[in-house]
């Protein structure tokens, strides 16, 4: 008996576990310093978000504002600076201090201009210990700020990718995508990509634009293959509350989540005959695409370091940040309260991770990957199988027929799996997860 399907294929993009809407204020502002003390410091990741973008899409819900004010950015990378200072003494021990990957994120960092990327990339590798030369440094850009100038530090600091959010070549879709962009400034964008020798371009493209066909989405797929770039990111389009399209769509649509799915097949399977690779339902890379570290940005393990006020750390007991929002106006306050605060030394909002919660993060991150999940890996790491953990939630994955079983000691999605992996994640969930998110007041 095939198990019921949820409502949409569309419930959560999971891109970290459990998602900030599920983080509380934490009693007692635990320190830093005692977070940190018996945690694995030997490969770290390093995040640093700038929350600041030249327009907001209309799809966007991410933490960022529209433009700055004459010295908030100024006064923003002062605070970026003082919380820097704050994470490097509460690490402790110098020489147990290493990172294996770093990443610029937002917003759009490349919205800094090219004296205040140095900056930032000072405050990775001097205030930090970060080598950014020598591990992979990837960065996200817009295809308006990606200047020759912010490139060109970018190259000579170590970026070892470029990621251009360009969500569609026909100028029409960009524009019912609320993203007032000319094809030919992205192409600009793209050359001046290309000539900064950067070994990996990373494009973003979206499918259920309104108005977008299976043509016009083969259009921006081959206009994006041009570039030969070595990955591609295929995104569904979602409308979150509180977004500039939120007015525009209410209520279940399944017409509209039928065509997302017909246009998630038809730019895989062009994908796949082009030579790239499937890595998740959104990651595709050239088959000969060089490497961006062991994990290739699967985040599988804790120890992350995020600076900046809509960043995430990681350790393996606590998941925590700065206050999370998505209407402007709230933004706008919790950047403000970052900008002045003098104590970076204790965490502020998070959630606690217990050892179930483990097992289900890395559960969840694993199967949403192509690969899935190695019994024996699991085992390894928590001496059990996923089977006697979370029998129930794969036996409603494989009813659905969701679950590869074809590959002997590999927990692995079907390709029709890997096509719902915003209804697998969810499935996933715990109770607790749920619960938080669901009384979390949206702001």
């Known amino acids: 008996m095939t198990a019921a399907r949820p409502a949409t294929p569309y419930q959560h993009y999971v891109y970290a576990y459990p998602h900030k809407t599920a983080y509380r ?35 966007c819900n991410l933490f960022t504002r529209i433009g700055a004010p004459d010295g908030l950015v100024g006064a923003y990378l002062y605070a970026l600076e003082r919380q820097a200072v704050a994470v490097r003494e509460a690490l402790g021990d110098a020489d147990g201090v290493r990172f294996a990957t770093a990443a610029f994120g937002g917003g759009t960092p490349t919205f800094l201009t090219a004296a205040e990327l140095e900056r930032l990339c000072d405050i990775a590798e001097r205030r930090m210990g970060a080598g950014l030369r020598a591990i992979p440094l990837s ?44 094809r030919r400034d992205v192409e600009a964008a793209l050359g001046r990509i290309r000539d900064t020798g950067v070994p990996v371009l990373n494009i973003d493209l979206i499918y259920g634009i309104d108005g977008q066909t299976e043509r016009t989405w083969r259009h921006s797929l081959d206009a994006a293959l041009a570039w030969r770039p070595e990955e591609l990111y295929l995104y569904p389009l979602y409308v979150r509350p509180l977004t500039g399209l939120d007015r525009h769509r209410t209520g279940p649509d399944p017409a509209w989540d039928e065509q997302r799915l017909g246009l998630y097949r038809a730019g895989r399977d062009h994908l796949l005959a082009q030579g790239y690779v499937q890595r998740s339902m959104r990651m595709f890379r050239r088959a000969d695409a060089p490497p961006q570290g062991a994990d290739d940005y699967a985040c599988q393990s804790d120890g992350m370091i ?16 700065f206050d999370y929002a998505v209407d402007m106006h709230e933004i706008r306050g919790i950047i403000d309260d970052y900008v002045a605060s003098t104590d970076f030394a204790h965490a ?39 089977a006697d953990d979370f029998g129930a939630e794969l036996g409603v994955l494989a ?25 697998v994640g969810p499935e996933l969930f715990s109770p607790a997860v749920r619960a938080a998110m669901a009384a979390y007041a949206r702001k």
């Not at 590869?404 to 390709?415: H, M, N």
């Open 139 to 182: 960065v996200e850009a817009s295809p308006a700020t990606a200047t020759a100038d912010r490139l060109a530090v970018l190259a000579e600091r170590g970026a070892t990718r470029l990621s251009l959010g360009v969500q569609s070549f026909v100028d029409s879709e960009a524009r019912a995508a609320v993203r007032p962009q000319r």
């Open 306 to 321: 995020g600076l900046g006020c809509g960043a995430r750390s990681y350790t393996a007991g606590l998941h925590y940040s």
């Open 348 to 386: 502020e909002v998070g959630y606690r991770m217990d050892a179930r919660e483990a097992r289900r993060r890395h559960l969840l991150q694993s199967l949403l990957q192509a690969g899935g999940l190695e019994d024996g890996d699991y085992r390894a790491r928590f001496g059990s199988a996923p």
């Open 25 to 59: 204020r934490l009693p007692g502002r635990p320190a830093l310093k005692s977070l940190w003390a018996a945690e694995d410091k030997s490969a770290l990741c390093l995040y640093l978000h700038i929350p600041f973008c030249e327009v907001r899409c209309g799809f």
């Open 399 to 423: 009813d659905r027929g969701w679950l590869d079983d074809t590959a002997p000691g590999r927990l692995r999605l079907t390709a029709e799996g890997l096509a719902h992996s915003d209804a």
